[in-house]
């Protein structure tokens, strides 16, 4: 039983990340539209070819991560759904599942600001073929959603690798 509360500890930490991390991520594309439109504060460069190459790098990083994310997702319930007599013995305390919810939700939230991250960023390469300005890539409100998706999607895996450590590691030793 000394492990239980390491085990619990790990839930709490991760249902507190997750809590965290959650709502920014979907009040995000509210906060980008009343934060660059309806507040002058942002730089904004001249459109051109580096512009564009920026806008390009980081709509191809998103995509990276989006898809590292669908990985994560695919292995963690993949392993559940492909492997049933051995994730029933490893996953049969309610910690771990409650893990494993924490890292789906989590890895989830940073594919939905993957999805708002590619629609704001389309929608400021639109304006910016009309007015030939482009906001600072680099200013926080502009990359809050880039960096929402990176938080969330290691925040998940750190969380699955927790899962898999407190299944794996942590209930073996409880039922010694």
Request: aromatic residues 12%; neutral net charge; proline residues 3%.
């Amino acid at each position: 039983m000394p492990f239980k509360k390491v085990r619990v500890s790990l839930v709490l930490i991760a249902g507190i990340f997750t809590l965290a991390t959650f709502p920014p991520v979907f009040s995000w594309e509210w906060k980008q539209y009343n934060q660059f439109f309806g507040v002058e504060k942002i730089d904004a460069f001249p459109w051109h070819d580096a512009t564009k190459e920026a806008v390009t790098n980081l709509m191809s990083l998103s995509k990276d991560l989006f898809q590292s994310g669908l990985l994560l997702i695919a292995a963690m319930w993949g392993v559940l759904l492909v492997k049933k007599e051995e994730a029933a013995v490893v996953f049969d305390a309610w910690p771990e599942k409650a893990l494993l919810i924490l890292a789906t939700v989590s890895v989830i939230s940073s594919c939905v600001s993957h999805i708002a991250f590619v629609q704001t960023m389309t929608s400021y390469a639109m304006d910016a073929s009309i007015t030939d300005k482009l906001p600072n890539l680099t200013h926080r409100e502009v990359s809050y959603g880039l960096v929402a998706q990176c938080v969330s999607l290691v925040g998940g895996a750190l969380i699955a690798g927790s899962t898999v450590m407190s299944a794996s590691w942590f209930n073996k030793k409880d039922n010694q």
